[in-house]
């Protein structure tokens, strides 16, 4: 009998500091828990920052670009109004261009046009509907690819906005007379 009590008492004490350790074990468990809730909302809110922060740096760089083009266009026009740039040197651009026909993809422009930019790169004149169709194209371009190529665009067709003004003031005030 003596043994059963020994077997009874020993399994008893075993039980009691299994369920004991098992206790011990699930608040250590809970508080891994814990912890792994936080770091998962701390990384939750820094990539929240993060999606923040790449809105705010994409839109500033968004304005920069914008910014600069919108200077190039201003002094290109000016310089070519003061005739230091004519049609001659605008020439020059435009065997540069080919390399955007061929940058180009799907993505941003339709098919059609990059039908019409083929088009209108080829030829020796633009008239100032063209080449605003074509700078708002550099545009979009630059935005996409932002590669020299697509400046070098951007400023012929600036360039040929100027041309194309000057050419119209001038046949507005030969109509007049």
């Known amino acids: ?3 059963v009590y020994y077997v009874v008492g020993f399994s008893l004490t075993v039980v ?3 369920g004991g350790a098992l206790y011990w074990l699930r608040g250590k468990f ?3 828990d814990k912890r792994f809730k936080t770091v998962e909302r701390e990384l939750r809110q820094i990539r929240e920052g993060q999606g923040e922060l790449r809105r705010y ?3 500033r760089f968004s304005r920069l670009l914008n910014g600069f083009a919108s200077y190039q266009e201003f002094f290109l026009e000016f310089l070519t109004a003061e005739d230091v740039i004519d049609k001659k040197r605008a020439e020059l651009a435009r065997g540069e261009l080919w390399r ?3 940058l180009v993809g799907a993505n941003p422009l339709s098919k059609e046009e990059v039908e019409r930019l083929k088009e209108l790169i080829q030829k020796e004149e633009l008239t100032y509907e063209e ?3 074509l700078r708002e194209v550099a545009r979009r371009l630059i935005i996409e690819y932002g590669t020299p190529e697509t400046w070098k665009l951007h400023a012929y067709a600036s360039i040929w906005v100027a041309l194309a003004r000057r050419k119209k003031a001038e046949e507005m005030g030969e ?3």
């Open 1 to 3: 009998m003596d043994i």
């Open 57 to 59: 740096v994409d839109e």
């Open 100 to 102: 955007v026909v061929k």
């Open 16 to 18: 009691g500091m299994l």
């Open 175 to 177: 109509s007049k007379e």
């Open 131 to 133: 080449a605003l169709w």
């Open 30 to 32: 809970k508080e891994i």
